[in-house]
Nanobody, 121 residues
Framework: QVELAESGGGLVETGGSLRLSCVAS????????MGWFRQAPGKEREFVAS????????FYSDSVKARFTISRDNIKNTVDLQMTNLKPEDTAVYYC??????????????WGQGAQVTVSS
């Protein structure tokens, strides 16, 4: 399985933007649907966005639709999450993951270590 590492988290004010990046090692992301999940304090990990291996179809949770954009580069072995118009409720640890081939809202098990995103009000 690929190993994943996120970067780009930080502290931002409400309405600001951040870009998270995920780089894969020990394998290629090309065969996988890739995605982002997040976990806020005291809450379960939840789906944020995913993108098919071909780079075409994307999926978003209702809470981030029209604000977040997922992208991938199968040559560079990276998956990015551009986040705009951030809200305090977006505060969470964000994880990059491989996603189930048949269910774009479910992880298939390879996780990064996470990147903290904090949005101040």
């Amino acid at each position: 399985q690929v190993e994943l590492a996120e970067s780009g988290g930080g502290l931002v004010e409400t309405g600001g933007s951040l870009r998270l990046s995920c780089v894969a090692s020990r394998g290629s992301i090309a065969p996988y649907t890739m995605g982002w999940f997040r976990q806020a304090p005291g809450k379960e990990r939840e789906f944020v966005a995913s993108m098919r291996w071909s780079g075409g179809r994307t999926f978003y949770s209702d809470s981030v639709k029209a604000r977040f954009t997922i992208s991938r580069d199968n040559i560079k072995n990276t998956v990015d999450l551009q986040m705009t118009n951030l809200k305090p409720e977006d505060t969470a640890v964000y994880y990059c993951t491989t996603v189930d081939t048949w269910d774009p809202y479910t992880s298939s098990g390879s996780w990064g270590q996470g990147a903290q995103v904090t949005v101040s009000s």
